[in-house]
């Protein structure tokens, strides 16, 4: 059974950094290309950023570069994301994903995690 466990959320103050973690199992982890996205209330998800299954090549949406970094380790089968100079408008559920195949979509998906920015 596969499980992507999303943890580091939190309340914090505008202009403060924060980093999410997502501990995955059930899966060979480093065959897999991880993923970060975000959805605000009443708003539709958000891809942040995504890391290939080596950990080499990691792409950042471009709204969000210099700002939010993804970084894995596969001996620890977990994925982060560093997010520095938070803005209130980051506020939003935070969702790990995985996917063997990032062109047919996304297969296993966390709980997500609150992350709430204060101005």
């Known amino acids: 059974q596969v499980q992507l466990v999303e943890s580091g959320g939190g309340l914090v103050q505008a202009g403060g950094p924060l980093r999410l973690s997502c501990a995955a199992s059930?899966?060979?982890?480093?065959?897999?290309?991880m993923a970060w996205f975000r959805q605000a209330p009443g708003q539709e998800r958000e891809f942040i950023a995504a890391?290939?299954?080596?950990?080499?090549?990691?792409y950042t949406d471009d709204s969000k570069k210099g700002r939010f970094a993804i970084s894995r380790d596969n001996a620890k089968n977990t994925v982060y994301l560093q997010m520095n100079s938070l803005k209130p408008e980051d506020t939003a559920v935070y969702y790990c994903?995985?996917?063997?195949?990032?062109?047919?979509?996304?297969?296993?998906w966390g709980q997500g995690t609150q992350v709430t920015v204060s101005s």
């Open positions: 994903a995985a996917t063997s195949d990032a062109l047919v979509g996304y297969d296993y």
């Open positions: 059930g899966l060979t982890f480093s065959r897999y290309i």
């Open positions: 890391i290939n299954s080596g950990g080499g090549r990691a």
